[in-house]
């Protein structure tokens, strides 16, 4: 099945610092989505990357999706204390069955020190 | 707009117990996934309701697990009898349907089996 490998599984920053984080597949994506998941709530889509080479920003957030299909990155410039969540990347089915479908990487906890 | 409501928010059994979640989404929304996350892993999907239909229930444990939605709104899903590596969180999510890449997830389900 797909395979998404996160890293680093967990960082631990000051406030201020930027931060990067990244997403590799065993297989080529379609589409790769970027969800952040609050403590004590459900994830939250923070960016969805449609094509090779997009580059997309979402107030200090970037990401963009690898030439070769298989990797996208994740930097967050800036860090404020709500930034403090765990960050996954994830696979969206594209047809058949696993239209709709998404497939979630094990993520990425981040902790911001004031 | 109100978001995926889903109750209880914590729920503590023994093993061979029964256990039912409810999840209401939001106004509207066709699609109804559940979604299983333990501890330091990404949510997994469990079933994918369109409206009343089951569209994917391929990873669903149907020897104990069991959901439906009757009426095409709201969801209840049902664990009979729960194990102990059932612990996790239960979490529901909605969709329009016309950016299946953005689902809008509840708080979860917290369960704790003994």
């Known amino acids: 099945g797909q395979q998404l490998n996160q890293s680093p599984q967990s960082m631990f920053i000051q406030e201020g610092e930027d931060v990067s984080m990244n997403c590799t597949s065993s297989s080529i994506f379609n589409t790769w989505l970027w969800y952040k998941q609050d403590p004590g709530e459900g994830p939250v889509l923070l960016i969805a990357?449609?094509?090779?080479?997009e580059l997309t920003s979402n107030g200090r957030l970037t990401a963009q999706f690898g030439i070769t299909r298989k990797d996208s990155f994740l930097n967050i410039s800036a860090s404020i204390p709500s930034d403090v969540g765990i960050y996954f990347c994830v696979r969206l089915g594209a047809g058949g069955t696993s239209y709709g479908k998404l497939t979630f990487g094990q993520g990425t906890i981040l902790t911001v020190h004031p | 707009e109100a978001g995926v409501a889903q109750s209880p928010r914590y729920k503590i059994i023994e093993k061979r117990q029964s256990v039912a979640f409810w999840c209401n989404p939001i106004s509207g929304h066709a699609t109804l996934y559940w979604y299983q996350q333990i501890l330091g892993q990404g949510p997994k999907l469990l079933i994918q309701f369109q409206n009343n239909g089951v569209v994917d229930d391929s990873q669903l444990p149907k020897d104990r697990f069991s959901a439906e939605r009757l009426k095409g709104v709201d969801s209840t899903l049902k664990i009979q009898p729960a194990k102990l590596e059932d612990s996790a969180v239960y979490l529901c999510a909605s969709s329009g349907g016309t950016r299946p890449e953005e689902q809008y997830f509840g708080p979860g389900t917290r369960l704790t089996v003994t």
């Open positions: 990357l449609y094509k090779a080479g």
